[in-house]
């Protein structure tokens, strides 16, 4: 039994080599391309250049999917990376770090402006600008 992990960078790995095997798909299809601007720009229908440019479009969408598997691999590699606990940890450095207290200016991710109420262990009241009172995330708050 594997771990979820494990599929992950094994998913990211094949994810990379259909990526590779898509660009190389690519380069082949417009290795052979004619470089000729009056070739290209010549008026009415001509199949040699309907080829070239049906071939530079396919060229294209295995470029544009290759982008698209390699952004996949780095999601789950940084996915296999993560360990539960991480992003709590993360926000529980913040609020060790939180030095306003009530009365003070501060701003909020959500709500913009506002004015520490009271400071609780995890999170703050405030009260924004139109003088709606909430409570959020000590980490979502701002000097």
């Known amino acids: ?67 698209e598997y390699r952004a996949k691999a780095r999601n789950l590699t940084a996915m296999a990376t993560r360990n539960a606990g991480d992003a709590e940890a993360a926000r529980q450095t913040v609020r060790d770090g939180f030095t306003l207290k009530a009365g003070d200016n501060a701003r909020s991710v959500h709500y913009g402006p506002c004015v520490i109420v009271k400071v609780n262990a995890k999170s703050v009241r405030i009260r924004t600008a139109s003088g709606f009172t909430t409570t959020q995330d000590k980490s979502y708050i701002k000097a």
Not at 5 to 21: F, G, I, M, Q, S
């Open 1 to 67: 039994m594997t771990t979820a992990k494990e599929r992950w960078a094994a998913r990211a790995t094949r994810y990379v080599a259909l990526a590779d095997k898509l660009d190389a798909s690519a380069a082949a299809l417009i290795a052979g391309h004619n470089r000729d601007h009056a070739f290209m720009t010549q008026p009415g229908h001509i199949p040699a250049r309907a080829r070239q440019i049906a071939q530079s479009d396919r060229a294209h969408a295995m470029t544009t999917r290759a982008t």
